[in-house]
């Protein structure tokens, strides 16, 4: 029996789609791409900062997404969210790259959290 319950939740998973679930995102609109990387000018560290200080505070930077299809089975309204979320090049221990939205400053310390928009697909 307990043979034939494994078997089942196995083809459970393996045969039920996450995707069904998700929503579709583009940059710039439908099809566009699913990803956008900004290139930061250099700059200086003061010898002043303190630990947990901004050190710097890139220009506003808009990045126009399209969201579609795919929403939630049963008609619930899917949450869109942005995640901060470095190159892996960016190895520093001493720096923390993070976005400001809405006036709240979030980064990736502690791993990735969600910062919910408000914003809904649905």
Do not use: R
């Amino acid at each position: 029996m307990k043979l034939v319950l494994s078997f089942i939740l196995l083809m459970f998973t393996v045969c039920w789609s996450p995707g069904t679930l998700a929503i579709d995102c583009y940059y710039g609109g439908k099809g566009g791409p699913v990803d956008k990387s900004v290139t930061i000018p250099s700059f200086a560290i003061p010898s002043t900062i303190g630990t947990g200080e901004k050190i710097w505070v890139s220009p506003i930077i808009k990045v126009p997404v399209y969201c579609d299809n795919n929403t939630q089975p049963d008609g619930q309204d899917e949450k869109i969210a942005l995640w901060v979320s470095p190159q892996s090049g960016a190895s520093d221990p001493y720096l923390q790259p993070g976005i400001t939205f809405e006036g709240a400053d979030h980064d990736a310390e502690g791993g990735p959290d969600a910062v919910d928009t408000g914003q809904c697909v649905g």
